[in-house]
């Protein structure tokens, strides 16, 4: 019985020295592997996400169903350079489908009617960073409801052609942006710029609620956000000139410290980073009011598109807050809505809230195409 078992002892560890060996070969193909798998999942020419911003019916032919929306470059009809007041929508629905639909929540289309309503002398142009296609067979009340408005447009941009003879183009081809944990926003942050530094006009976010005119708002403004910071959920620049200057300053800044990593970083602190160098002081509160000091180029006060910060923003959701905060929009162009925090607040339509008080009057068409809730 002993004899046995020393026996198979020594056939077990010789075995196990074996099997050591193939386990680390195993390991090291593994560890190898992995790495590769990294590697390409981050080659820089090659994140998987692109993909949705590239059109995969290009070149062959769309189903008898679909409709892809024009290009903004290539259509006929296009949007006029300084008077334009631009949207844009950069999320990807579903990478995995070959085409992306077109999609707006009903406060989106409250933004774009609103602003439209407002503005009917401006065209107002509603951009999609990933091609979007529009099924024939579908109903769209709430897209019905903003072209409607005959100064609405909307349109697919191909963000390689519009990036191409611009001060970004190289940058921009080496995906860098695309490798961002927070891509849909930042990608925004970005293609506000580029749009702006195109055509000129002004840029609104899409979480905005207008309430009265910008038409005769001289070009060139942004709006302060904080005693120490400039938003950019709202900028108007000149197509030529110092507001294209300015422009052209703001994507510079973009990809010169570019963060795929912080929020805010490559949105208002672009912003403001550029006009505390371009203005005369250093000092954001100072710019306030004071065109003097930018060359002309006017940066309002919180009250024009921020009387509501953030952290009041659960106010704008509740009746018992009608009065108080209708009093404090009352001299604002808009209302921004914090989309990051408003998103999570649903309000029933027929509720007597500041919001949808507002949005009655403001974005009606929009309003009567929601169901239940607004
Ligand atoms: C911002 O500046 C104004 C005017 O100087 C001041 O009254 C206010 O308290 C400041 N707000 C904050 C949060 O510092
Ligand atoms: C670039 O951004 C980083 C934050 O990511 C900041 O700490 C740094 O000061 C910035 N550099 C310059 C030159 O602005
Ligand atoms: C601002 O308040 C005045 C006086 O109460 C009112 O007549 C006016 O309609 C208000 N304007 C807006 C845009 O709410």
Redesign the pocket.
Known sequence: MVAISIKRGKALSAYSQQSFKQFHFAMLVLVMFTIALIYSFYDPMKPAILQCYIDKLSGSKIPEHLQRLDDVLLAERQPTPGRTIFFLETSCPNPKMQTQPIGLTVRQACAIESAALHNPSYDVFLLYASPRYMDKKAEYPILDAILSYPNVHMRNADLWAFTKDSPVEKWFNGAELFKSIYLTAHLSDFFRLLTLWHFGGTYLDMDTLTLRSMESMPLNFVGLETNISINNAVLNVSPIGYGHEIAHKWLLEFQR?F?GT?WP?NGPGVITKVMRRACCTRKVLELENNPDCCNGFHVYDKNAFYAINWMELQNFFEEKYLDSMLEKTNTSYLIHLWNIVSKFKTLKTESEAPYTVLARVNCPKAYAAAGEYF
């Open positions: 410290n963060s912080l970083h």
